[in-house]
């Protein structure tokens, strides 16, 4: 059993985290397996070195224990281009700005809610070769989606398992033509979870429920790229003070602000649903 915490270095860890990474850890442990961390930073503009060790340092506080060397995503962004360049046939390249999409939605009679919001309309998806190839020597920066309706014909009948929920039929529909390399950075959320899971030899991956839509992306990558599923558990979420669920906004709960406040780890771990 192999399994995993993966938090971006976007903010201080709060009891949610602490809940997750604990989880991970305890389903390595119970079964005598190995728990790894791995540091999801590929979004640079809102990562930030303070918030990668304080991640290291709250975790340890905790008493948790992991596998050293840490993967960052940063550093391995060679692993994704990879997988991008095997997608080829069924990824585009899309040009459209945010505004021109939130433009495009809001004009929509009827504009489709995915997961993750309103869907790509797919304005870019049929774009002649010859205006794609000007935009491209112009130099216009373009994201790379992939085209969701071919990539669910190109791999049919793909399942996966969640130990909480049961046997699902991947579909990814939901999420429209997702993007796999953003305009900033060449990868994305998605993508860079598929590959790092499977190149760690995760074989079970726990998260948040919040996360079990994403999963249903995730696994068709996988089917794409021929790669191996894990299992997954997606576990329940944390509640804050109020009942609804802690964000990183939660300042009070922060696991630092715990500390702080003169909690000792166990006491902490204990918040965390974990004695
Ligand atoms: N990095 C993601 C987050 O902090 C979690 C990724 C995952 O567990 O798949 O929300």
Redesign the pocket.
């Known amino acids: 059993m192999v399994t ?5 270095p976007t903010g201080y860890l709060h009891l949610g985290h602490a809940y997750s990474a604990l989880f991970a850890e305890a389903r390595a442990r119970e079964s005598g397996g190995r728990f790894l961390l791995r540091i ?1 930073d590929i979004d640079q503009g809102r990562c930030r070195p303070e918030f990668e060790d304080a991640i290291l340092q709250d975790l340890d506080w905790l008493g948790l224990g992991w596998e050293t060397p840490v993967r960052r995503q940063s550093e391995h962004m060679e692993d994704y281009a990879q997988a991008l360049e095997r997608l080829d046939g069924l990824l585009y390249p899309c040009f459209c700005t945010r505004k021109e999409i939130n433009e495009e939605i809001a004009e929509a009679a009827r504009a489709p809610h995915g997961p993750d919001g309103p869907l790509y309309p797919g304005t870019c998806r049929d774009m002649d070769p010859a205006g794609r190839a000007r935009l491209m020597a112009a130099g216009k920066p373009y994201a790379l989606r992939l085209d969701m309706g071919r990539a669910m014909a190109a791999v049919p009948g793909l399942t996966w398992r969640d130990r909480e929920r049961g046997t699902a039929c991947a579909d990814g529909r939901p999420f429209g033509d997702v993007v796999l390399a953003r305009k900033d950075t060449p990868t994305s ?1 998605h993508l860079a ?1 598929t590959i790092d ?1 499977h190149l760690q030899g995760v074989t079970l ?1 726990t ?2 429920q919040d ?1 079990y839509a ?1 999963t249903h992306v ?1 696994r068709l990558l996988q089917g794409l790229l021929g790669l191996d599923t894990p299992g997954y558990h997606h576990h329940r979420l944390l509640g804050g003070p109020s009942g609804r669920r802690l964000a990183k906004r939660d300042q009070s709960l922060t696991i630092r602000a715990l500390r702080r406040s003169g909690k000792s780890a166990a006491e902490v771990r204990a918040l965390a649903g974990h004695p």
């Open positions: 995993r915490f993966a938090p971006s999801e959320y979870v899971d991956v998260r948040g996360l994403a995730q």
